[in-house]
């Protein structure tokens, strides 16, 4: 079997020191991160040093993380990671045109505790200084499959600056800045103000930017909002819509882009608040875990 000069006992004697208590998930888990690290290492001919590099990264990542900074996701971000994780998780079967809404990452800075505000309210609380670009966003929840609108969702958005930075990263930004959670009222409609986004470079002065550099890759992520959307009996879902007119879709540092999640800002009349609007429904599927 080993085609290599190493000791061929040596993976499954380690992956075998595992008891019988070990659940069986688990088991086959790490039985697999075991081997494909082993076989990693060995086809690599990793040595001491360069290992020794790699845990420092990972300590590096765990010491710049705290409640408003996860470098660990962001590590993983960058290699493809959790985009991958979530197209396993959610399936990428259905990207045709009528389908539920499609899933994308849940990235580093998602706040937990983000308040209620009311529909029309305005999330940019702190103006950027370079003014930005105002926009109305507006649509409605609906079953996907009974075209249905769903009243009393959950709508959760969150958004970076012009300056390319999320609320928490900056001190200029009042907290809960380009946050906000909306109620869907009764015809399943929800509506606020938010920016236009704008593209930035995912945090860069840490493993994750170092890894980028090394890579010789950018680490700019196309303009996004992010959005979680619930309502009971249907299935969460997690996702980021794209502004069509950005030229980094193609080349997202974090791979998080996919076609049908690309919408299209349109200007808006006779509103002193925004020169633009984006029409977007969001269609969740019954959760078929929660309503049987
Ligand atoms: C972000 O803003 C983001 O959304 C993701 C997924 C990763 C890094 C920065
Ligand atoms: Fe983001």
Redesign the pocket.
């Given at each position: 079997m080993a085609t290599h000069r190493f000791d061929p006992k040596f993976t499954d004697n380690v992956i075998n020191a595992m008891g019988p208590k070990t659940s069986p998930r688990l088991r086959q888990l790490m039985t697999g991160l075991i081997r494909h690290v082993h076989d990693f290492a060995r086809e690599n001919e990793l040595t001491v040093d360069e290992w020794m590099a790699g845990v420092q990264m990972l300590n590096w990542a765990g010491q710049m993380s705290d409640e408003k900074r996860n470098e660990g996701q962001l590590v993983c971000d960058v290699i493809g990671l959790e985009s991958l994780v979530d197209e396993i998780t959610f399936t990428l079967a259905d990207e045709a045109k009528d389908a539920p809404t499609a899933t994308a990452i849940l990235?580093?800075?998602f706040r937990a505790d983000t308040p209620y505000r009311e529909n029309g309210a305005d999330i940019v609380v702190t103006k950027p200084k370079d003014g930005g670009e105002m926009a109305f966003m507006h649509g409605q929840v609906i079953d996907f499959v009974t075209k249905q609108p769903l009243v009393g969702a959950d709508v959760e958005v969150?958004?970076?600056s012009t300056n390319g930075l999320?609320e928490q990263q900056d001190p200029e930004q009042v907290e809960f800045n380009l946050r906000g959670k909306f109620k869907t009222d009764a015809d399943g409609r929800y509506n606020f103000y938010c920016l236009r986004p704008t593209p930035?470079p995912?945090p860069d002065d840490g493993p994750a930017g170092k890894l980028l550099s090394l890579m010789d890759r950018h680490p700019f992520?196309p303009a996004?909002i992010?959005i979680i959307a619930t309502k009971e009996g249907y299935r969460p879902l997690t996702t980021?819509i794209f502004d069509r007119k950005d030229k980094y879709l193609d080349n997202d540092s974090v791979f998080a882009v996919k076609d049908s999640l690309v919408v299209d800002f349109v200007p808006r009349k006779d509103d002193p608040k925004a020169a633009l609007e984006l029409q977007y429904n969001i269609k969740l599927v019954v959760d078929t875990k929660t309503s049987a």
């Open positions: 990235g580093p800075f969150w958004q970076a999320y930035y995912v992520r996004h992010h980021q």
